[in-house]
């Protein structure tokens, strides 16, 4: 009976391991990240690279070891490899706004935060800026719009 179960494991571990794909940094990942839970709550993950960078912060806060030569490799192949999916996927701009603002905008934080605010289309340029900086999937050709939906939504009263 010991032996199956320690046969189990490993065959459950060596299929886990077959889900991440070749590349720099992976060795630190399979090293540090599968301590605690299966590698599926990280690849089902889609973040950018400040998204990983907070998430690998996130994870040493919790316990994980992670070298210092360690960390950029893991945040660059975590990036590359579970980065925030192709614009091409998505609806178009123009004709969607409202989407791209549930989408971009809602994942972090409800719409409260930001339906509070009154800012003039300056102000919504700067705090959509810093949302990209901080993770919001915006791409350069959504961006103006957004700026636009949300400056004649939130205006200054
Ligand atoms: C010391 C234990 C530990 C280690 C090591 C660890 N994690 Fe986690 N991780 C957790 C816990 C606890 C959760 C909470 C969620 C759960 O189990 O459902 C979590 C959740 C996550 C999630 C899901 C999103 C979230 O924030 O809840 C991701 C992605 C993740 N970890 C990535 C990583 C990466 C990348 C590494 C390697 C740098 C890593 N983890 C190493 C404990 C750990
Ligand atoms: C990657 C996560 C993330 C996404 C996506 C995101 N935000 Fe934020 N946002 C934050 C964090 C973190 C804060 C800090 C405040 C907090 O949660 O208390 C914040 C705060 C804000 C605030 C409050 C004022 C400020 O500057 O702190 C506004 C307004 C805001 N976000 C607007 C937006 C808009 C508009 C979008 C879509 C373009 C967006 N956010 C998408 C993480 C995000």
């Given at each position: 009976?010991?032996?199956?179960?320690?046969?189990?494991?490993?065959?459950?571990?060596l299929?886990?391991?077959?889900e991440?794909?070749?590349?720099?940094g992976?060795d630190?990942v399979?090293?540090?990240?599968?301590?605690c839970?299966e590698?599926d709550l990280i690849v089902?993950q889609?973040?950018s690279t400040?998204g990983?960078?907070?998430?690998?912060?996130?994870?040493?806060?919790?316990?994980?070891?992670?070298?210092?030569?360690e960390?950029e490799p893991?945040?660059?192949?975590?990036s590359?490899?579970?980065g925030v999916r192709?614009?091409?996927?998505?609806p178009?701009?123009?004709?969607?706004?409202?989407?791209?603002?549930k989408r971009a905008?809602l994942g972090?934080h409800?719409?409260d935060?930001?339906?509070g605010?009154?800012?003039p289309?300056?102000g919504w340029?700067?705090?959509?800026e810093k949302?990209?900086r901080?993770?919001?999937a915006v791409d350069d050709?959504?961006?103006?719009?957004?700026v636009?939906y949300?400056?004649g939504r939130?205006?200054?009263?």
């Open positions: 009976m010991r032996l199956v179960a320690v046969l189990l494991l490993l065959a459950t571990a299929a886990s391991a077959q991440l794909p070749a590349g720099p992976r630190a399979m090293k540090r990240c599968l301590a839970h590698i089902q889609r973040l400040p990983w960078t907070r998430e690998v912060d996130k994870m040493v806060r919790w316990g994980a070891v992670v070298e210092p030569g960390r893991m945040i660059g192949y975590l590359r490899h579970f192709p614009a091409a996927s998505r178009s701009p123009a004709d969607n706004v409202e989407a791209t603002y905008c972090c409800e719409g935060i930001i339906e605010q009154r800012l289309r300056a340029t700067r705090t959509v949302m990209i901080w993770g919001a050709s959504e961006k103006s719009s957004l636009d949300l400056a939130f205006p200054v009263r």
